[in-house]
């Protein structure tokens, strides 16, 4: 009997059921003291994949191993629910939780259907919201799965354009807003991470009423910037969306990597100082807005750079330096937590001096999120 | 006291040896703006005016032999045709610069196109007849699928054609040998000694659009070479041999025209060149004996050994017409492995060696 790569991340979903969620003293001693901020993200370590929650030294409050390369985790801020989803092409995802001690869930998507990496709770977080890909037919949609269900798939909606990524779900909790990449791959060709449809990309902004699946506002980009392909994004006050994408296979035209947007307005691009803009080499990782929601950090591993905005204004603030860097949540204190792939985690304060930066064992992957 | 001794004279040789290691490793500063131009002058604009000419050659031979489109006419262009292919893989690796404004490597090399949406294209073309077909300037503007080296393909192996078509069929092969001539030549330019982008190539400045530091010039070259093994590999090789994740034999770039295995040569014996005229293994290696670095200098001799043998083997595998559905097609399994390890010990030793950027999230994140 041939097991093909599906059947084998589905055996291995099974068998994580059985892996251990290992729990440090601090966090079985009940909910951390004050100074202690809580975060979560995929990482690759010695000896494999995790995800984990941990605090802003790098010590671990949680562990979850994982069957292959994980990529963003989604956080249900009021059950402290946690699901980590599979790096695209992967279709593998594992809930676990801070609060109790409870084993891991795994889940997948259908045979026909891939996890793009990111996904949602609904705001009571009975329901939870994933970016896929249908990729037999070239297009992107989101998956629905019913969370007191073990995490059963109950449906899906189209997202209107191939290739989602990121989603989140505006503060009015019954729209979700989601980037679509705009790249076709399949996962029977190069690792499905190869771009079919370089020429005819078409990157789009949706605003999505979960209720309907119907789309309230879609946006696209002009056909000079058609290669950006929209990929991470946050929220900010007054539901302006933070958009950070990812310029695929161009001779190094500077396109704008960053932009915002508010429903019924058009997307606005951030103007940033050129010699910046060209360092960042075409790439926005990851997108976070700082707890007050006035202030956005947007990294860019390429370019070993943070880049911050103002919300508001959409004007460019300022730039910090980390080699590796890709991972970003905000803090507690109004600053962000920066990770990387070199094993480094900042805290980057907004006023006063940077935290101290702490040393780890990981290669710190995509994303990172605040567990409040 | 004797047992002292030797305890005293094993520290002193350690210590001794540890200073003269020491002593030795040295740093040595990498040229990467020898590197650019050793590439530029010695693969990529030899690799663009092969390519250019091969394409004139292709037009040429078309607007002069395609006639009535006779099985002699076609064993012709067919010739042409291979050696147009043939060009393109030794450069097509080359996925920066020029090569990506407007389409322009798509619009050469429409490959995969898991839809047919080109075939299906190119088939009605040959239906309708339209006339924007028949100019090289117009079909330049018309949709990707029936401007590249697979939409001559096509007519290669469409047929035979009714008489009335003929002309259509021939002017249309000309137009997109004249086109494709077109895009080849505005690429070459663009890396000529006084083209734009060769200027951004030589100058890496804070200024400069593209390149705003001397390692990142080698970077785009190393990531290049990493990126196309790893498709040349998991994607034109898997798939004819049935080693994709369907497990079953699909057809791999020009299967149609039996040409795949030739381009999978040409691709592999195009990446060896351009690691060789670079000169970027030979440079990591002065870096990694300089620093008594012996694990990134035995595998960048190692490197040097897969690519040996990988450009000996496939070219050697290319001599068997229609390879992939001969029955020595089995034989190209014996390149997986070397394919492998030729991109991934290269990766690990040049990134050690001259420092460039390959970090976990900005080499592979998403």
């Not at chain 1, 059950?79 to 989803?85: H, R, W």
């Not at chain 1, 990524?165 to 009015?172: E, G, I, N, V």
């Not at chain 1, 060709?189 to 005819?200: D, E, F, K, V, Y």
């Not at chain 2, 021939?170 to 890396?191: E, F, P």
Request: net charge positive.
């Amino acid at each position: 009997m041939v097991i093909d790569r599906r059947q084998l991340l589905q055996l291995g979903g099974v068998a994580l059921a059985g892996h251990a969620l290992t729990l440090s003293d601090r966090a079985r001693a009940g909910t951390p003291s004050s100074a202690v901020q809580l975060f979560a993200a995929a990482r690759k370590g010695r000896t494999g994949y995790s995800a984990a929650i941990f605090d802003q030294t790098g010590q671990d409050h949680a562990v979850v191993s994982l069957p292959a390369r994980g990529h963003d985790v989604a956080v249900c801020q009021r059950t402290k629910q946690c699901v980590v989803f599979a790096r695209r092409p992967g279709n593998f995802a594992v809930a676990f939780s801070v609060a109790r001690r409870s084993a891991p869930v795994s889940f997948t998507t259908p045979p026909d259907r891939h996890f793009y990496g990111h996904g949602t709770f609904s705001s009571d977080g009975s329901l939870l919201f994933a970016t896929e890909n249908d990729f037999e037919a070239a297009r992107g949609c989101i998956g629905v799965y019913d969370v007191k269900r073990g995490f059963h798939r109950v449906g899906e909606f189209p997202t209107h354009g191939i290739g989602p990524h990121d989603l989140a779900l505006l503060p009015d909790g019954q729209t979700l807003v989601v980037a679509n990449g705009g790249v076709e791959t399949h996962p029977d060709i190069g690792r499905g991470r190869t771009s079919l449809n370089l020429a005819t990309m078409e990157p789009s902004l949706v605003y999505i009423d979960t209720r309907t699946g119907d789309v309230i506002e879609r946006h696209t980009l002009p056909a000079s910037s058609r290669r950006l392909s929209l990929r991470h994004l946050d929220i900010g006050q007054r539901r302006t969306v933070v958009i950070g994408g990812q310029v695929k296979a161009s001779s190094g035209r500077t396109l704008p990597l960053i932009l915002t947007h508010r429903l019924g307005t058009d997307l606005a691009p951030v103007t940033l100082p050129n010699k910046l803009a060209r360092s960042l080499r075409g790439y926005i990782s990851s997108v976070a807005v700082s707890a007050a929601g006035d202030l956005a950090a947007l990294t860019s591993s390429r370019g070993g750079a943070v880049v911050f905005v103002d919300v508001a204004s959409g004007r460019y603030l300022g730039t910090r330096h980390v080699q590796d860097v890709s991972g970003v949540a905000p803090a507690a204190t109004d600053g962000f937590l920066l990770t990387s792939g070199t094993g480094a985690l900042a805290i980057h304060e907004r006023s006063g001096p940077d935290g101290p930066v702490a040393t780890s064992a990981w290669h710190w992957d995509n994303h990172a999120v605040r567990v409040r | 006291m004797n047992r002292r001794f030797h305890l005293l004279l094993a520290a002193t040789a350690c210590a001794l040896a540890v200073n003269a290691q020491n002593a030795a490793a040295q740093t040595v500063a990498v040229d990467h703006a020898r590197i650019a131009e050793n590439a530029l002058r010695g693969h990529i604009q030899p690799g663009y005016a092969k390519l250019t000419r091969a394409l004139e050659r292709l037009e040429t031979t078309t607007q002069a032999t395609c006639k009535q489109l006779t099985a002699a006419e076609i064993d012709v262009l067919k010739a042409a045709f291979t050696d147009a292919i043939l060009a393109w893989g030794a450069i097509a690796h080359i996925t920066f610069g020029p090569i990506r404004d407007s389409n322009r490597y798509e619009r050469i090399f429409f490959w995969l196109d898991r839809k047919g949406i080109a075939r299906r294209q190119v088939r009605r073309a040959l239906r309708n007849t339209p006339d924007a077909y028949r100019s090289a300037t117009t079909l330049g503007t018309r949709s990707i699928g029936v401007q590249g080296l697979s939409a001559y393909e096509q007519i290669l192996v469409t047929g035979p054609f009714k008489p009335e078509a003929v002309d259509f069929v021939c002017a249309y092969a000309a137009a997109i040998a004249g086109n494709l001539k077109a895009i080849a030549q505005t690429v070459a330019r663009a890396w000529a000694d006084d083209g734009a982008f060769a200027k951004s190539w030589r100058s890496p400045s804070a200024d400069n659009p593209v390149y705003l530091k001397p390692h990142e010039t080698t970077f785009a070259l190393v990531k290049a070479y990493v990126e196309n093994l790893e498709r040349v590999r998991d994607v034109e090789l898997l798939r004819p041999l049935g080693f994709a994740t369907r497990r079953r034999k699909l057809p791999g770039p020009y299967a149609r025209s039996k040409q795949t295995m030739p381009f999978l040569a040409a691709r592999i014996s195009g990446l060896h060149d351009l690691i060789l005229k670079s000169g970027v293994i030979a440079v990591a290696h002065k870096v990694a004996v300089a620093r008594n670095d012996p694990v990134s200098k035995q595998r960048l001799d190692q490197v040097g050994f897969e690519l040996n043998f990988l450009t000996q083997r496939a070219q050697t595998l290319a001599q068997t017409p229609d390879f992939f559905a001969s029955e020595k097609s089995r034989e190209a399994i014996a390149l997986g492995f070397p394919l492998k390890a030729a991109r991934e010990l290269a990766r690990a030793a040049l990134a050690d060696t001259l420092e460039l950027p390959f970090g976990f999230n900005s080499a592979d994140g998403d």
